[in-house]
Nanobody, 115 residues
Framework: QVQLVESGGGLVQAGGSLRLSCAASGSIFSMYSMGWYRQAPGKQRELIAVITSGGSTNYADSVKGRFTISRDNAKRTVNLQMNSLKPEDTAVYYC?????????WGQGTQITVSS
């Protein structure tokens, strides 16, 4: 079982950068793929970045080239570096872990990008 806690949210000006972190606890963290999702008010939660247990990454087109996901298995941490932030990036960002039928979610952290 994995428990996830996000941190690093806040208010940032458009064009700025922010780094989110997700601290994980529990067994076999290194076996899980990790993802970052976001959900804006009134919208569906969307997957924006994934990093597999092997380190492969994928990004949503909306964030590709601006966001970078990374993980440190020894520290049980997954990060999301967000650059060139836009007002449309404003959302609650969620850390996610998944492996087979096992899916875990953090409680989310608010990112607000001002224009």
């Amino acid at each position: 079982q994995v428990q996830l806690v996000e941190s690093g949210g806040g208010l940032v000006q458009a064009g700025g950068s922010l780094r989110l972190s997700c601290a994980a606890s529990g067994s076999i963290f290194s076996m899980y793929s990790m993802g970052w999702y976001r959900q804006a008010p009134g919208k569906q939660r969307e997957l924006i970045a994934v990093i597999t247990s092997g380190g492969s990454t994928n990004y949503a087109d909306s964030v590709k080239g601006r966001f970078t996901i990374s993980r440190d298995n020894a520290k049980r941490t997954v990060n999301l570096q967000m650059n060139s932030l836009k007002p449309e990036d404003t959302a609650v960002y969620y850390c996610n872990a998944f492996w087979g039928r096992n899916v875990y979610w953090g409680q989310g952290t608010q990112i607000t990008v001002s224009s």
